[in-house]
Each structure stands twice: as structure tokens, then as C-alpha cells.
């Protein structure tokens, strides 16, 4: 029913157009978004860099949005609708729009298409993505210091590799400082339902977890921890208003750089298609001031950010699968294409993967 | 027993607002109307509540705000179907369509800012009790608020002449006419009130539960508060305890994925084959646990068939124009 209600509303009214005006010797950038801007989270952090990106190249280009589009034949209506509107440039920012975007690109040769986090391209349609894995490292390894009990709490929505990535790399970190670290790990089957995520919240903590992170999308769980005096971490935006006294950091996607660099690109003519996995090096996954814990705490993370920046990978061996099987060999990183198709546990996690 | 308490008082924040929500639709389908608004009338509660609450800074005008909100948006449905008698489920699935966009348009300027959570009550010594005292003494509001609500709307409904006249409209509106009764001013205070209480939900997402504003954060509550009335067969109790028994397993089964079955290794054998079978359970069917059983639960309780076909509003859904 309500995935019915959702594709009836952006039919019929939820697809709103920003900023019309054309000026022929402007290039026209656009972008689509699969939720609406006002989530404070995945769509939001692209919209803020959709407005760095016009704030950086000024008059040199124009910019439009469409929100809370359906993945599905609505958005090939709406990348089709963009492109007809004198678009030079679109980028389609959620995995689900990709068999969209390669249609519509197929129709429209001259315009410069980019799919974020999907893995098909043609001529005219690159793809990119961060690789929001090396942050989560970075979070185990503080969650392990900060921790009193040893144990963190971790909210998660579906079972896709992008989020098992982020749970075995979080894992991972944590235990480089504490072997026996443990993870409480609960799916709330759902991307976005604020309620569900602080009822989960308050349910690890009285568990307990006396840590906190999440793969779901609003700043609920750490509103949780904030109130009970513990500790936790934001996802996608920083979060420290929502919690000043309970957020070490946050790992938060930084599209602006790319999204400049690109449409210079394409004001130079120099654009091409490419196939991009970006990280903290390429500054397109940020980790907020790391704050509420002590300094040396602190200088670790800063040092194991600097490490991953300098092109460590946090999947390097030995690593073991959960069931004790070997994974990666002493030395060993985990190649790409591996970590993209990711769908199990390393070891020490105590919880079944929904398959 | 601080989780027992804990665990207690995070299910009556979760099953707050799907029963104040709930009350209101069954007053509005007692009187025969149906209102499929349920969810857009608490998402524009919603960010009425937060936007009052921020502006003036205090969210006790932001849950006032809330309630004016959901009723004056109701209002709009009632116009369209009591007095233009136009369908009542086309219209109320618009406005719930228009109250999810409007909301999201008017709250804006809101996204990102913390709010401001509504004081939990807190009476000297009685607040203090071990156990009772922070399950009894030491809520939030619109808890106190939604209790009572369900007791006033039971004795309203079956102790008082206004009561009475209502449910005989809702059971036979060309009749109540023909008595004198004023079928569509009745239906207009039903729905008005109705929308009251789907804002007050609303006003508890966004100032309680979770004091933010996010757009589409009532995230379905509307539907199930809307399902709720059907299964718990229109009456007043009967939702009350279909709330419960949905945010009991609801939270319930949150806590049994978090759980440690270690914890349980010098449990009775049976406890420990239970928690170990709900351990086994992969999360999607634990996440469907809360909608299965709160059906199966209404369902055995109005078994009666024909209790339950004297409780469902017959003219429900069917526009009414006076001298037809």
C-alpha cells in the first residue's frame, strides 16, 4: 500500500523542478534524487554538494534538481524530462536508477551522464562512488577505545554489500585495538523511519551497548544516545547539534569536490566517462571533528585516517570469514570487485546475515 | 528490572501515537465516515508541532499547534466530502498525498535543527518510586493524554446521549435525518476531531518520540492507526490494546536480535528453546511478527460474529446528502 502511495505522490505531485531560468551559454547541471532533500542524510549530502558545485563555478553554470524520485518508470521519465530541459549534465544518484540511466543515455548522445554507486557505462554515462567502508574502520577503532563494556550496538537496514562492507569494516577496526570486541548487530528493514531507529537505539542500549552506530539514515539512534549520556556516531551529515555531548565523529559523504571537478571537466570539454570508487584520500568521505573523547584516542584516529589516506586498505589480511575459513592471506587486500559483492560476516560477529 | 522498566516505557512511546491516532479515526468511523487521511493529517502534525515548538520555543505550543493543524487540515476533507459529497477514500488518500508534500515543503527551514523534547512529567516522591514511579509518574504528556483520551472516547460512545446519537448515524444516516438528528454537523465535529488527534500523533513524532524534523517521518504510522481501528472491530479498547500488543512485539523483537543467548544458558529449558527459535528467525520475519500477531490477536478477540457486525458503522464510506 504504501509503496503504491509512494509511486501514485511522485506521479502525481512530489517531482518539483528548481530553478528554470536558461541562459544558452550557461552549462545546464542536473541532478536527480531517489529521497527528498529535507532528510538530513544521503540525499541531503548530495544537494549540499549540487550547491557547492554552484557556489564554486558561479556563473558559469546553472543548476536543477528533481527529488523523491521512484526508481523504476519514473525515473526514466524524469532523467528523459531533464534531458529534453537543456541539461548538458545529469547525475542520477541512487543505485536503482542505473537500467534508467542507461536507457535514457542511449537516447540523448550529447548529454554527459553519471550514475552514482551503480556499475554499468556507456559512452556517455560514468559511474562513481565513495568508499564509505574506510570511515567505518576508522569508527570501530574509536568505538573500541571509548567503549567501557566492550560491546557497540549497530543499527542496519537491508543486507546489500555496501552495508555488510560497512559492518565487517567497522568489526574490523574495532577489533585491531580489542580483540574481544562485540558486536549487537539489529535490521530495522528500513532506510528511513526515525521512530524505529531510536525504539532499535534504546533497545541495544539496554542491552548492553553502550555505543552506538547506524546505516539508516536520520540522527534518531544518536538522539537516543545523547539522552542516555553515551556515546555514538552520525551517518551521512554530521550530527553534532543533535548530539554535542555523544558524537565522536561522523562519517559523512562529501560529493562537492567531485561534482566541481566534473562539470569543469565538462566546461573544458575534457569530460569522459569514467568508473571512480572515491575515499578519504580523494576527500569524498570526511570524517567530522573527531570529538567527546580523550586526546590519545584522538591522535589514533587521526593516524589510521592518514594511514587509509595514503592508500591503506582497512580489508587487508589475515582476515577470516565468520565460520573460522580463511579469507584474505597475511598482506592480502581484497580486490573491488570482491568488496562490491560483499554478503558475509568476518569473524567474531555474532549475528546470521539475512540472505 | 531497569531493563523491564526501560523496555516498558520505550513500547508506550511507540504505541502512543498509533492509539491516539487510532481513537480519533474511530470516532470519525463511528459516524459513518472514512477517512484514509489518517497519514497525512499526522505528518502535517508533525511539522506543525515542530515549527510552533521552534518558533516560540516552548512545545507545549508546538503540541497545541499540532492539534490545530491536523483539524484545521481535516476540515478540508470534511468541506470535500460532507458538504460537495465527493468520495470520501479518493479523498482522503489526496490528503494524505498533499499533507505528505505540503509537510515537506512547509518544513524546509526545519531540517537539521534539534528540538526540543516535551518535559516528561515529574511529581516529587511519587516520580522517584522504584519501578511504578517512572512508569506511572514520570511520562510525557501525550501519554497521560492518549489514556485518557480512550477512556473519555469508550464512556463518550456508550454512556452518553451524544454517544448514542453519533454511532446511529454512523449506522444508519438517512434514518438519523429523518429523526432530526443533524447528520452533517455531527460528521463535521467527528472528522474535525478525528484530525485533532491524528495532528496530536503527529505533534508526539516530532516532539516526543523523536524531537526532529525530518519529512516523511510518520513513516506509515497513519496506515497502521488507520488498520488498527478495523481489526480492534470500532471499539475503544479493543485499539488501546491493539497499540500495546503491536509496540510489545514490535520492541520486542528488537531486543530479541540484540539479545545474548548466552544470557539465557541457566534459563528454564523452554525460555531457552523460545529464545533460541526467535534467534534462528531471520530479521525480515521478526519484522513482520508485530503486523501478524497484532491481526491474529483482534482477530480471536472479535471472533463474535455477530457482535462484530453490530459494532461496524453501516454506512461507513457513504456520502450523505441531506433531501435526496
Known sequence: ?355 | MDIAVNILLTIATAATPLLVAAIGELVVERSGVLNLGVEGMMIMGAVAGFGASYLTGSPWAGLLAAMVVGALFSLLFAVMTLSLATNQVATGLSLTLLGLGLSGMMGTGFVGLPGERLPYLYIPFLSDLPVVGKLLFGQDPVFYISIALTAAVAWFLFRTRAGLTLRSIGDSHTSAHALGIKVIRYRYLAVLFGGACAGLAGGQLSLVYTPQWVENMSAGRGWIALALVVFASWRPWRVFAGAYIFGMIWIGQLHVQAIDLQQFAGAPWLLYKVMELLKSLPSQYLAMLPYLATIVVLVLISRNKRLTMMNTPASLGQPFVPDR
Not at chain 1, 568505538?143 to 555488510?164: L, T
Not at chain 1, 565468520?322 to 580486490?335: F, M, P, T
Open chain 1, 1 to 355: 500500500m504504501k509503496k503504491l502511495l509512494i509511486a501514485l505522490m511522485t506521479t502525481a505531485a512530489g517531482v518539483s523542478l528548481a530553478a528554470n531560468a536558461e541562459a544558452a551559454d550557461k552549462l545546464k547541471a542536473c541532478w536527480v534524487y531517489v529521497g527528498p532533500i529535507g532528510d538530513f542524510g544521503y540525499s541531503y549530502q548530495h544537494d549540499q554538494g549540487r550547491l557547492e558545485a554552484q557556489k564554486e563555478l558561479g556563473d558559469k553554470i546553472e543548476t536543477a534538481y528533481l527529488e523523491n524520485v521512484a526508481e523504476g518508470p519514473d525515473a526514466d521519465r524524469a532523467f528523459e524530462r531533464l534531458a529534453r530541459e537543456n541539461c548538458k549534465m545529469i547525475f542520477g544518484t541512487s543505485f536503482g536508477f542505473m537500467d534508467s540511466m542507461v536507457k535514457v543515455a542511449k537516447k540523448f548522445p550529447k548529454v554527459m551522464f553519471e550514475h552514482a554507486t551503480g556499475y554499468k557505462t556507456a559512452d556517455n554515462l560514468g559511474v562513481y562512488n565513495a568508499r564509505f567502508y574506510e570511515g567505518r574502520y576508522v569508527m570501530g577503532q574509536i568505538a573500541a577505545k571509548v567503549s567501557k563494556k566492550g560491546v557497540a550496538g549497530y543499527i542496519v537496514s537491508f543486507p546489500i554489500p555496501e552495508v555488510v562492507m560497512g559492518i565487517d569494516a567497522f568489526m574490523l577496526g574495532a577489533q585491531s585495538v580489542n580483540p574481544n570486541f562485540k558486536l549487537k548487530i539489529v535490521w530495522v528493514n528500513s532506510w528511513f523511519d526515525p521512530g524505529k531507529e531510536a525504539d532499535a537505539a534504546k533497545a541495544l542500549f539496554d542491552q548492553g551497548a553502550d555505543i552506538i552506530t547506524q546505516h539508516t539514515d536520520s540522527t534518531a539512534a544518536l538522539q537516543v544516545a545523547e539522552e542516555r549520556g553515551l556515546h555514538g556516531f552520525g551517518q551521512s551529515s554530521d550530527m553534532i547539534k543533535f548530539a554535542p555531548k555523544a558524537q565522536l565523529t561522523a562519517n559523512t559523504d562529501n560529493w562537492g569536490p567531485y561534482y566541481v571537478k566534473r562539470i569543469k571537466e565538462a566546461l573544458d570539454g575534457t569530460w569522459k566517462p569514467d568508473n571512480v570508487w572515491l575515499g578519504i584520500k580523494d576527500g569524498a568521505v570526511e570524517l567530522s571533528p573527531f570529538t567527546n573523547m580523550p586526546d590519545d584516542v584522538k591522535a589514533m584516529a587521526e593516524a589510521t585516517k592518514k594511514k587509509i589516506a595514503d592508500g591503506w586498505n582497512p580489508f587487508t589480511g589475515p582476515v577470516a570469514k565468520q565460520d573460522g575459513s580463511a579469507w584474505l592471506k597475511d598482506g592480502e587486500v581484497a580486490d573491488d570487485a570482491t568488496l562490491l559483492g560483499l554478503n558475509f560476516y568476518v569473524k567474531g560477529i555474532d549475528d546470521k546475515l539475512p540472505q
